[in-house]
């Protein structure tokens, strides 16, 4: 027999727990048929509902069932990393509770294993259901960091992955506090195979997501994955200098032959609030790559847990 570790991160999910369950368990057959051993581990990421009351019910019927609970909030990259941690499977699989991330293909991921590859994983090919503007920035995202990272990063991947204890090793050994999974993943590299499916509307509650908390997702995942913001200030300064110069030497010249007639302070207003802007810019994506330094430095936990069942 082999093990299964299911990581389930909830937060908020009362309605979707039960639901989520009932899904997921239309594959003993499969996973009896194979020889697999279930293990579920439900994350609750500091709910403020009664997600955690949902997942003791399951627990009490199926004993395959486990309980890790946060002492607050720690976000959703926390609970998977808990997850990875917990679990003993020698397989590992993420999902969703909100049923986005069909249970009904895990026997296709797990005919990818039994091809050779490490890791098989899932891409919505299509964003319907999801409101134009988030669709739109999440595709330029990608294109983005397609440019100025060399980690691989697919448009449209979920966090929904089948993987074999060899490649969740290498995740935990990422020990980063910042951390953006759609990175990591590309990041510690294994052969991954590609299941692309439409994507699913949430069943039940809501999307924890606003366009806010994404946009600031992406920032770190930039940050996290790229150093390119640091050479695009570095490059913006030596051709504000090049400027310099070059004006330095036309008015120079113009002093030379015309004289120097009394003009252009509004010129100068511009130029002087330009630079200054620059700098500000440039500082500030200092200051961003210096935060996230600051907060790894502390080392402080990822999460922290109140009960575990
Ligand atoms: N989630 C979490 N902590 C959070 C936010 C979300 O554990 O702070 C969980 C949530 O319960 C769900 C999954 O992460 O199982 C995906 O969240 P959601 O469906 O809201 O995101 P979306 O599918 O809209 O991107
Ligand atoms: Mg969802």
Redesign the pocket.
Known sequence: MSLLSVI??????EDSVALFHEELIKNDPFFLQEGIDLELLY?D?GSRDATVAEVKKIIEADPRVHLVSFSR?F??EA?MFAGLEKAKGDYVVIM???L?DPPGLLPEMFAGLKEGYDSVATRRVSRKGEPPIRSFFARRFYRLMKKISKTEMMDGARDYRLMTRQMVDAILSMQEYNRFTKGIFGWVGFKTKWLEYENVE?ARGE???NFWKLLMYSFDGIIAFSTAPLMISSVMGVVMCIVAFIMILFIIVRKLIFGDPVSGWPSMVCIILLTSGINFFCTGILGQYLARTYLEVKRRPIYLVKEEI
């Open positions: 389930v991160p909830c937060y908020n999910e994350i990421d909030n976000g959703k609970a969703d509770v909100d986005q949430r999307t924890k997501w």
